[in-house]
C-alpha cells in the first residue's frame, strides 16, 4: 500500500491546529465542545476525501466506512482538559491513512473510526462503552460533567450529524495505536511495544468522619483528626500491598476533599479517591479486601467512622493472540530487535473492543514519559515507524 508518511504528519498537525492551546503542541479539545464538534467535521471531511462513507452514530462516535466488511483501525480524537497533541489522535489519523492508502492501492477494505468522549469527560470510555453494549445509551445520557452538563443535552449539538449504531458484524476486528504514555520505551531505546493486556481498573470513595475542633486547645490525645486516619491509611495499605503486588500493579490516592479544610481547624472529614490497577482479575479483588479492611481498622484505631463507596471496575482485556502475533511480526520487519511485548497500564478502547471482536494494540514512545499534559510529545519518526507496522499488521489481518 502506497502509505504517505507526510500526508500522515500533515493531518496529524492540522488535527492539533483545532483546540491548539498556544502551549507548545497542547491541544484543549473536550469531547462535544465546539473545537472537538469541528475537528469531528474536518475528519468526516478528510474520509470522504479519502472514498470512505462518514458516519456519526448517536454518541457522536465517527467512523471512516469501506465498502463492505473491514478491518476497523481508530482511536479517539477528544482530549483532556490539558491535553496533549497525540493522545488518541495519532491512532486516529492512523487509521485515516491506513483505510486511505489501502483503497488508494486496491487493498484490502479498511475502516477507520474516532471514538468520542475516551477521555471521560462524562464517564470511562464513554463513546466504545455504548457502542460496544456496555452501557445503555439512556443510562449514559443522565451522566454530567464537572460543570452540570448532561451527556443527553451535548450530543445533542450533534443531532444533525447523526445516524444509527452500525453492528458490530461489519467490522472483521480492531487496530489502535497509541503513544505508551510512560517512559519504559523510550528509557530502553525500543520502538514499538505491542500490547498483551490492557490493565483492569478498580475505583472507589472513601470517607473518613472525626470531629471537627480548635487545632490549638484539643489534646492530641482527644483528637478524632480524619487526615490523621487518611495518613495512616496511605501508610498501612502501602505495607500491606507490599506481600501482594508485582512491580506492574499500581495504586493512587488521586483526590483529597479535606473539611473544613483551615489552618486553626483539626479537620473533621475527609474525603478522597482510591484507585488501583493491574492485569489480573484476582489480584485486583485480593487488593479490594485490603483496601476496606485496612480503613475499617485505621477508622477504629483513630476514633473516626469510615464509609466506603461502591467499587467502580474495568475488568482486564487481553488482546487477541492473532492480532498480537501480526503485529509482533510487523514490528520484527521494521524494527529488528527494537521492540517488546508489554501490558498497558491505561485504558483504551480497545479494551471494549475486545469484547465483541478480536483486538490489537502497538505503542509508541512518549518524550519523557509523559502525557495528558500540553508537552506531550513523541520524535516524527517513530510516528512514522508506527504507522508502518501498524500499516503492515493491518493488511496481513484484512486479508
Known amino acids: 500500500m502506497p502509505l504517505d508518511p507526510q500526508r500522515f504528519l500533515d493531518d496529524l498537525h492540522m488535527l492539533r491546529s483545532f483546540g491548539a492551546s498556544g502551549v507548545g503542541k497542547g491541544v484543549v479539545r473536550q469531547a462535544y465542545s465546539e473545537a472537538d464538534i469541528a475537528a469531528r467535521k474536518w475528519l468526516a471531511g478528510r474520509m470522504t476525501e479519502a472514498g470512505l462513507e462518514p458516519h456519526f452514530d448517536p454518541l457522536g462516535n465517527l ?6 466488511r473491514s478491518l476497523l483501525v481508530g482511536s479517539h480524537s477528544d482530549s483532556q482538559p490539558e491535553g496533549g497533541w497525540l493522545d488518541g489522535a495519532l491512532g486516529v489519523v492512523a487509521g485515516l491513512e491506513i483505510a486511505r492508502a489501502s483503497r488508494e492501492a486496491g487493498g ?4 477507520c473510526v474516532s471514538f468520542q468522549d475516551e477521555e471521560g469527560r462524562f464517564g470511562v470510555l464513554t463513546g466504545s462503552d455504548v457502542w460496544t453494549g456496555k452501557l445503555a445509551l439512556d443510562a449514559a445520557d443522565g451522566f454530567t460533567d464537572s460543570a452540570g452538563n448532561t451527556l443527553a443535552g451535548m450530543r445533542a449539538q450533534m443531532a444533525e450529524l447523526t445516524g444509527s449504531f452500525l453492528p458490530h458484524e461489519r467490522f472483521s476486528g480492531f487496530l489502535e495505536m497509541h503513544i505508551e504514555q510512560g517512559p519504559y520505551l523510550e528509557e530502553t531505546g525500543l520502538g514499538i511495544g505491542v500490547v498483551t493486556d490492557i490493565v483492569g481498573i478498580r475505583d472507589m470513595r472513601i470517607t473518613f468522619s472525626g470531629r471537627q475542633n480548635h487545632a490549638g486547645t484539643t489534646p492530641m490525645h482527644l483528637r478524632r483528626d480524619a487526615f490523621q486516619a487518611l495518613s495512616a491509611f496511605n501508610a498501612a495499605l502501602n505495607s500491606r500491598f507490599a506481600n501482594v503486588v508485582t512491580p506492574a500493579t499500581v495504586w493512587t490516592i488521586g483526590h483529597v476533599a479535606l473539611h473544613p479544610n483551615a489552618s486553626s481547624v483539626v479537620p473533621g472529614c475527609v474525603e478522597f479517591s482510591m484507585q488501583w490497577r493491574d492485569a489480573d482479575a484476582e489480584r485486583l479483588a485480593w487488593m479490594e479486601t485490603l483496601v476496606k479492611e485496612t480503613a475499617r481498622e485505621i477508622a477504629a484505631d483513630h476514633g473516626v467512622t469510615a464509609e466506603l463507596g461502591p467499587v467502580m471496575g474495568i475488568e482486564p482485556a487481553a488482546m487477541d493472540t492473532r492480532f498480537q502475533a501480526e503485529l509482533e511480526a510487523a514490528a520484527e520487519v521494521s524494527a529488528p530487535g ?16 475486545a469484547t465483541v471482536m478480536p483486538a490489537g494494540m502497538l505503542f509508541v514512545p512518549s518524550t519523557g514519559g509523559i502525557s495528558h499534559a500540553f508537552d506531550e510529545d513523541t520524535p516524527e519518526a517513530d510516528l512514522v515507524l508506527g504507522l508502518q507496522v501498524l500499516d503492515r499488521a493491518a493488511r496481513g489481518l484484512a486479508v
Open 63 to 68: 467512523f471512516g466506512l469501506a465498502a463492505g
Open 108 to 111: 484490502p477494505l479498511i475502516s
Open 338 to 353: 527494537k521492540w517488546r511485548k508489554m501490558p498497558s497500564g491505561a485504558l483504551h478502547d480497545a479494551a471494549n473492543l
